[in-house]
């Protein structure tokens, strides 16, 4: 029998922005007919418990399901594994440049060069301040390619948030939108009031 669900892969890596990833998985959770597959890497897991004092078994209320980085041969790791696309929350700069430059070292990697050369959504939810040259190009050569998005993780005002949860909340709607799930806590621009 078919999957009648949706999949979006969830790769993350080792920078800052847990709190983040735990929000999108609960938006995905949440959408109809969605299901999120969950691939953390070694760092991934150590700035996850640092941020949010959690482990990898605290994530299987949030993730339909969990792989090893490891785990080569995993579904993802083929193009014949039908998603959505696939988000990377938080992306490394080491994880940029390693799907910048095809080295598919492990099921992260394997995973985000499947969806790009399947041409499925790939959205780099880039962390690293400030940004260097080598981190620019990498993003710039990325952005060229069909159905890739650089978002980075920044902050908005615009919607007068009033707690960090309420742009935690507007920040990963948005990173989810793309795949076509809709969140009340996305609050666009709607001009200025006169």
Do not use: F, W
């Given at each position: 029998m078919q999957n009648k669900k949706k999949r979006i892969l969830i790769g993350s890596s080792?920078?800052?922005?847990?709190?983040l990833l735990l929000c999108c998985l609960e938006l995905i959770r949440k959408a109809e007919n969605y299901e999120s597959h969950l691939i953390l890497t070694p760092?991934?897991?150590?700035?996850?418990?640092?941020?949010?004092?959690?482990?990898?078994?605290?994530l299987q209320k949030y993730a339909d399901k969990i792989?090893?980085?490891?785990?080569?041969?995993a579904s993802p790791a083929s193009g014949s594994f039908l998603t959505e696309g696939m988000l990377v929350i938080?992306?490394?700069m080491k994880?940029?440049?390693?799907i910048q430059t095809g080295y598919t070292d492990n099921l992260l990697l394997r995973?985000?060069?499947?969806?790009?050369?399947?041409?499925?959504?790939?959205?780099?939810?880039?962390?690293?301040?400030?940004l260097s040259a080598i981190?620019?190009?990498?993003?710039?050569?990325?952005?060229?390619?069909?159905?890739v998005r650089i978002m980075p993780l920044m902050l908005t005002y615009y919607h007068c948030p009033r707690t960090l949860e309420d742009m935690t909340n507007q920040v990963a709607a948005r990173l989810v939108e793309p795949f076509g799930i809709k969140s009340e806590e996305y609050h666009r621009w709607e001009g200025l009031k006169t």
């Open positions: 080792g920078a800052s922005g847990m709190p760092s991934a897991l150590l700035t996850l418990e640092h941020e949010c004092g959690l482990k990898e078994k605290d792989y090893s980085p490891e785990d080569i041969g938080p992306c490394s994880t940029l440049a390693g995973a985000a060069d499947v969806t790009i050369k399947e041409q499925r959504r790939l959205i780099l939810a880039v962390r690293e301040s400030p981190h620019l190009r990498n993003m710039a050569q990325l952005a060229l390619l069909p159905g």
